[in-house]
């Protein structure tokens, strides 16, 4: 199946700092959501991309898809302790009559206070 | 906000066991999803479905099996459970038209523990 690649798998910064994570594939994706999951519970959708060359913010998190369609980025300005969790970027490929969602493998957040 | 409910919450059972886990969603959306994930790992998809009556095998196979009786309940059952059977399960839902995205809104899963 499509693959996503989501990087980087893990991140460990001080609080107040901006993050940026990425997710990459080598095929052409039609959406492109971020998600994110707090300990022993479920994703939450963050932020959902429709369109090439989006650019949408919820809050202090801005994503991008790609204007490749074949690349999303997340950004997260001035870090707090709970933005910690694992974040999740997923896609739906360019030619999936199913309509279903490939997700990456998650980017895990740490925020040292 | 998901309306998308998962019970139990928790559950500790013995292997040989036959449990159900439950799935229910109020936004009547026609797609349901079942994911399997270890935790701090990736998701793996195990089950969907696309309506009433509309059940399909996902990526990662499973033992369990799921039923779609009515719009909003979306049934797991493992017929009898093993150790390796525990992970945590999500759930999830989305509105199905022909091409237009796939938005999953997830439920808050259930931890299952097969001693």
């Known amino acids: 199946g499509q693959q996503l690649n989501q990087s980087p798998q893990s991140m460990f910064i001080q609080e107040g700092e901006d993050v940026s994570m990425n997710c990459t594939s080598s095929?052409?994706?039609?959406?492109w959501l971020w998600y994110k999951q707090d300990p022993g519970e479920g994703p939450v959708l963050l932020i959902a991309?429709?369109?090439?060359?989006e650019l949408t913010s919820n809050g202090r998190l801005t994503a991008q898809f790609g204007i490749t369609r074949k690349d999303s980025f997340l950004n997260i300005s001035a870090s707090i302790p709970s933005d910690v969790g694992i974040y999740f970027c997923?896609?739906?490929?360019?030619?999936?009559?199913?309509?279903?969602?490939?997700f990456g493998g998650g980017t895990r957040l740490m925020v040292k206070p | 906000e998901a309306d998308i409910y998962q019970t139990p919450r928790y559950l500790v059972i013995g292997t040989g066991k036959k449990i159900t886990l439950e799935c229910s969603q109020t936004?009547?959306?026609?797609?349901m999803y079942w994911y399997q994930q270890d935790p701090g790992m990736e998701l793996h998809l195990i089950h969907y479905?696309?309506?009433?009556?509309?059940?399909e095998k996902g990526d990662l196979s499973s033992e369990s099996t799921v039923s779609r009786i009515r719009t909003e309940h979306f049934p797991l059952t493992l017929e009898s459970a093993r150790p390796s059977h525990t992970s945590q399960y999500l759930c999830?839902?989305?509105?199905?038209?022909?091409?237009?995205?796939?938005?999953?809104?997830f439920g808050p899963g259930t931890r299952l523990t097969v001693l």
């Open positions: 999830a839902s989305s509105e199905f038209r022909t091409g237009t995205a796939d938005t999953q809104y």
């Open positions: 095929s052409i994706f039609n959406t």
């Open positions: 991309l429709y369109k090439a060359g």
């Open positions: 997923a896609g739906q490929p360019r030619n999936n009559a199913g309509n279903m969602l490939t």
């Open positions: 936004m009547g959306h026609d797609k």
């Open positions: 479905s696309y309506g009433v009556n509309s059940t």
